[in-house]
Nanobody, 123 residues
Framework: QVHLVESGGGLVQPGGSLRLSCAASGSIAKIYAMGWYRQAPGKQREFVAASTSGGSSNYADSVKGRFTVSRDNANNILLLQMNNLKPEDTAVYYC?????????????????WGQGTQVTVSS
């Protein structure tokens, strides 16, 4: 079992940056894929980014070029660097593991979720 705790959310102006962290209770080195999802008010939870143990990463089209996902296996931490934030990025961001492969090139979420961290982008 893996316990996930997110941190790093907050209020930021459009164009600003935030870095989210997801600390895992156990080793993440053997987890093939971990990732981030987000849920805005009144909307379904959506995929944001995935990081694999092989070092590859995947992103939703809406965040490509602005967000970077990475993992620190030595410290059991998953990170999400978010730059050039937009108001439409406002949501609760969740860490998830283990991700699985969905149809085509999509990802399916896994069993373990963190409690979420609020990101608000507003002037």
């Amino acid at each position: 079992q893996v316990h996930l705790v997110e941190s790093g959310g907050g209020l930021v102006q459009p164009g600003g940056s935030l870095r989210l962290s997801c600390a895992a209770s156990g080793s993440i080195a053997k987890i093939y894929a971990m990732g981030w999802y987000r849920q805005a008010p009144g909307k379904q939870r959506e995929f944001v980014a995935a990081s694999t143990s092989g070092g590859s990463s995947n992103y939703a089209d809406s965040v490509k070029g602005r967000f970077t996902v990475s993992r620190d296996n030595a410290n059991n931490i998953l990170l999400l660097q978010m730059n050039n934030l937009k108001p439409e990025d406002t949501a609760v961001y969740y860490c998830n593991a283990p991700l699985g492969r969905g149809p085509g090139s999509t990802w399916s979420y896994g069993t373990y979720w963190g409690q979420g961290t609020q990101v608000t982008v507003s002037s």
